[in-house]
């Protein structure tokens, strides 16, 4: 069954278009600009403040999280939602910076482990607080906490459907801070 979105009447066709109605239409478009606001701003804000992408601190944070402060390169790129490639560029950079050192993994020669240097946690830990405070401004400043369960539990639907295997590990205990 469908529902028309001009008359909002139900169709029994199974092969009929699905279409969002009103508030779905509103929620969707604001969903939309948050997508492609918000990572400009956190970028923004660490391009700024830290010398760094959105994304190389984000590689940081997560090799912060982990224990020894090192991960396969393919867990690395499976938590920050890259590609092998794109990690591996990203990696040279911040290896150049001395933040992070790359090795072979010592069970199999084939894998690179990274690991977060000295250099690298003591990035981390000044570009911390400024990114807190922009992802703080712009998404949870103007809700209660209320609305950070809502935002939450419904984040937590749509990723469940998104990511069945929980490759974030956000749901396992294994993701930030439940590492």
Do not use: C
Not at 3 to 8: H, I, K, Q
């Amino acid at each position: 069954m469908t529902t028309d979105a001009a008359s909002g009447t139900t169709s029994g066709r199974a092969d009929a278009p699905r279409w969002l109605d009103d508030e779905q239409m509103r929620s969707w478009l604001r969903l939309q600009a948050v997508i492609e606001l918000l990572p400009a701003a956190l970028d923004q804000q660490l391009r700024r403040e830290a010398d760094l992408t959105h994304y190389e601190y984000m590689v940081l944070a997560m090799l912060s999280e982990a224990p020894d402060r090192e991960l396969r390169m393919s867990e690395l790129a499976q938590l920050t939602s890259a590609t092998l490639p794109r990690l591996s560029h990203v990696a040279r950079r911040l290896e150049a910076r001395g933040y992070i050192d790359r090795a072979a993994a010592p069970d199999d020669r084939r894998a690179t482990v990274a690991r977060l240097t000295d250099d690298g946690w003591q990035k981390v830990v000044a570009s911390a607080p400024g990114h807190a405070r922009t992802v703080l401004e712009n998404v949870y400043d103007d809700l209660d906490a209320d609305e950070v369960r809502t935002l939450s539990t419904t984040l937590g639907k749509v990723l469940a459907h998104l990511d069945p295997h929980d490759r974030f590990s956000l749901d396992r205990g294994r993701g930030p801070r439940g590492r």
